[in-house]
């Protein structure tokens, strides 16, 4: 059974810092894709960032473009975001997923086959 485990996620006022790790337990996540998506009060889960196996390819959304980066570190089987110069409208449910037969859409939900529980992110004005 796989589990994915996020943390690192509070509360922190506009323009600070915050960064998220998930941690893959029961499969190793080496060879998967790994995506963060968000979902705030009263709105679709959308998608924020994702990175290949290697590492070597990440994508993000526009809206985090410049600001957010997601890395890995696959002896650890853990991925990172690193949330810089936040925003009110930044304040979600923050969510990592593996996926390991990736068909080529990395933005979409249905892409992923294993998902977190969440983890908190409120960024206060």
């Known amino acids: 059974q796989v589990q994915l485990v996020e943390s690192g996620g509070g509360l922190v006022q506009a323009g600070g810092s915050l960064r998220l790790s998930c941690a893959a337990s029961g499969r190793t996540s080496s060879r998967a894709l790994m995506g963060w998506f968000r979902q705030a009060p009263g709105k679709e889960r959308e998608f924020v960032a994702a990175?290949?196996?290697?590492?070597?390819?990440?994508f993000y959304a526009d809206s985090v473009k410049g600001r957010f980066t997601i890395s890995r570190d696959n002896a650890k089987n853990t991925v990172y975001l690193q949330m810089n110069g936040l925003k009110v409208e930044d304040t979600a449910v923050y969510y990592c997923?593996?996926?390991?037969?990736?068909?080529?859409?990395?933005?979409?939900?249905?892409?992923?086959?294993?998902w977190g529980q969440g983890t908190q992110v409120t960024v206060s004005s």
């Open positions: 990175i290949s196996w290697s590492g070597a390819y990440t």
């Open positions: 997923a593996a996926d390991w037969n990736y068909s080529g859409n990395y933005g979409s939900r249905y892409e992923y086959d294993y």
